[in-house]
């Protein structure tokens, strides 16, 4: 659920630092989703010969990294964009 910070007329300080302690919390929860995935794999492929294990495990790990990474940096995109347009002067008539 989405809450408007500044509609509560909290300052941009106060706001950094409220999506920095969010950003702290979400980090424990995904390395916590991370533990229970990876001992999901673990369980999946304990039976199999080595060279298979490594391709899986290799494999599990750079589809959940390149995911996580292509999530990341569309988020940080857009909100630099954000800033951008925030930080940008008013538009001049063209002419």
């Known amino acids: 659920m989405h809450t408007n910070l500044f ?3 909290h ?6 630092a409220a999506l920095s302690e ?3 919390r979400d980090g424990r929860i995904i390395q916590v989703l991370d533990l229970v995935w990876a001992a999901c794999l ?7 010969p080595p060279p298979e294990i490594a391709a899986a495990l290799v494999g599990a ?5 390149g995911l996580r990474y292509f999530v990341d940096q569309s988020v940080r995109n857009f909100y630099l964009h954000r800033l951008d347009w925030e930080a940008a002067p008013p538009d001049e008539p063209h002419g």
Do not use: D, N
């Open 42 to 48: 673990f369980y999946l492929v304990r039976k199999l």
């Open 11 to 16: 300052s941009r300080q106060e706001v950094r």
């Open 22 to 24: 969010h950003q702290k």
């Open 61 to 65: 790990f750079a589809a959940i990294s």
């Open 7 to 9: 509609s509560q007329g």
